[in-house]
């Protein structure tokens, strides 16, 4: 059975975007698979592969890292589920992966960034604050006068993806797919992170998330 080491935080809390973009994958597809928490500072569970970060996914002949990769090395190895529909969603999907790593979750870390702590307990709560704050070259709390003006700013940012969603029901087509399940991270990080309101729940976008928590089940 396939192993997926996952982010984790304080009892059990899984939050990470990229791993949960994989999870939803394997879900949806109906892959079995396990997953193997992992907290900031268990490096050790992952020195097998030589990487720093998780989602890292474990099979019966090596490992994969990186959840791009991830994605191409299930679109490989299970055929029968058609990961990518065609070349067009292949392309897309890659487009998302950068979006949103690269755009939409730097604008999302600083309306969660000074609450991220509360879910996080030990060694992780010194780990989180030291890596962060040399990476923003500040406190944590400097995006606090910031938070309204980032939740708009992401508001606007998805604009496109909401009128795929208003048009279609989701943003594959008329049912999921890998292109939502690339998204749905992001929405899930602030879920369990933050106490913001992301979203009006009137939003289109709100409800395609609510939809897609009902296949991860939580």
Do not use: R, T, V, Y
């Given at each position: 059975m396939l192993k997926l080491y996952d982010l984790s935080g304080k009892n059990d809390l899984r939050f990470s975007p990229p791993c949960w973009n994989i999870k939803l994958c394997l879900m949806q597809n109906n892959i079995d698979f396990i997953t193997i928490p992992v907290r900031f500072t268990d490096k050790d569970k992952i020195a097998f592969s030589k990487q720093k970060l998780v989602p890292i996914l474990d099979y019966k002949?090596?490992?994969v890292s990186d959840s791009w990769n991830i994605i191409n090395w299930l679109n490989e190895n299970y055929p029968e589920k058609k990961i990518?529909?065609?070349?067009?969603?292949?392309?897309f999907s890659y487009f998302l992966y950068l979006w949103t790593s690269k755009?939409?979750?730097p604008i999302l870390f600083k309306i969660i960034?000074?609450?991220i702590p509360n879910v996080l307990e030990g060694d992780d709560i010194d780990y989180y604050l030291n890596t962060r704050e040399r990476r923003i070259n500040g406190p944590i709390t400097k995006f606090l006068p910031f938070i309204s003006s980032s939740i708009e700013e992401f508001r606007k940012s998805i604009d496109p993806i909401r009128k795929i969603i208003i048009n279609n029901g989701y943003i594959s087509g008329?049912?999921?797919g890998i292109e939502d399940?690339?998204?749905f991270g992001n929405l899930k990080w602030v879920d369990v992170c933050s106490s913001c309101n992301l979203?009006?729940?009137k939003d289109p976008v709100y409800k395609w998330y609510k939809n897609l928590q009902k296949i991860a089940n939580v």
């Open positions: 002949d090596g490992f990518f529909i065609n070349n067009s969603s292949k392309n755009q939409l979750l960034a000074h609450e008329k049912k999921p399940c690339i998204f979203l009006d729940d």
